[in-house]
């Protein structure tokens, strides 16, 4: 089982764990970042550290680690790649996370117990269309983790991007810093996702942009969808209608389990949507929904 939900330290991820970690300060993320990857070194994981401009300028960010020594070993590798160009390497988002992938294979071949990589994503996301690009790369990477050994913490300075550019990286991770983002949609363990945190007026939006990117839509056409609602602390009648919306639009129906500290039964009862209902019981509805694979694959 991967960890979720909002922590106040990177340390202590598990092999496939997927991070987003939203900064203000550069010089804290540093030190955590440094700490983060000296922990993955001593489990006998293979360490990168990805960024833009020099070699040099990328090792001296990473506080307390003998970088020279380290990489001499191979347990460390720093990546540092240009700002002109899309990050981890190819443009397209799913050769991006397969790069990824790759590495992971090669770690583990050579005797490492899987990878850990870090990375500061900021300078790649500065536009819109190299925001969409990403955020479908960060959804295919939370694939790859589930697949692999790998466990990734993806960052993103605040101070430079605002709050919202911010969140909407964090919304589609499993696992996000203290604070980055009101709610969180992504692969789940046990159903087809997972949808916790808040969902009002001001992100129902972002929760559409967000589904988009991550339901497994044409894994079942004309499906269903199920979602584990259990950490769903809020959502509104503009969330269950953005969910609507999706369903109608994917000829979907969107099941949510464990949704009653919500009141989104309630709600649902009085909206009467034709795509979104709540499970009747933790059995029945999953039962009925085709066994629990990872979506998509």
């Not at 790649?81 to 390497?89: C, I, M, Y």
């Not at 005797?111 to 536009?127: C, E, M, P, Y």
């Amino acid at each position: 089982m991967r960890t979720t939900g909002e922590v106040a330290d990177p340390r202590g991820l598990g092999a496939h764990d997927h991070l987003c970690w939203v900064f203000d300060d550069a010089d804290d993320f540093h030190r955590r970042v440094s700490s983060y990857l000296a922990e993955g070194i001593e489990q006998g994981l293979a360490a990168v550290w990805v960024g833009t401009g020099s070699h040099d300028d990328l090792a001296a960010e990473l506080v307390g680690l003998d970088v020279p020594g380290l990489e001499r070993s191979g347990a460390l590798s720093i990546l540092a790649l240009p700002v002109d160009r899309p990050p981890d390497g190819p443009a397209d988002p799913l050769e991006q996370a397969a790069f990824w992938e790759d590495w992971t294979r090669r770690a583990t071949g050579e005797g490492f117990r899987g990878l850990r990589a870090a990375g500061d994503s900021t300078d790649w996301v500065g536009t819109p269309g190299e925001q969409a690009t990403h955020l479908a790369y960060e959804a295919a990477l939370d694939h790859v983790t589930q697949r692999v050994p790998m466990s990734a913490m993806c960052a993103f300075d605040r101070s430079r991007l605002g709050r919202e550019v911010a969140a909407a990286f964090a919304e589609l991770h499993p696992l996000v810093s203290s604070g980055a983002a009101p709610f969180q949609l992504y692969f789940s363990d046990t159903r087809d996702l997972t949808l916790r945190g808040e969902v009002d007026l001001a992100s129902s939006s972002a929760l559409g942009r967000t589904l988009e990117l991550v339901a497994p839509v044409g894994a079942r056409p004309g499906g269903e969808l199920h979602v584990d609602a259990g950490e769903l602390q809020f959502i509104d009648h503009h969330g269950l209608l953005e969910l609507e919306r999706f369903g109608s639009e994917h000829g979907a129906t969107l099941v949510l389990h464990d949704a009653d500290v919500t009141c989104a039964r309630e709600v649902l009862r009085v909206l009467g949507l034709a795509h979104v209902r709540a499970a009747d019981g933790d059995g029945g509805d999953l039962a009925d929904a085709g066994g629990r694979g990872v979506p998509g694959t």
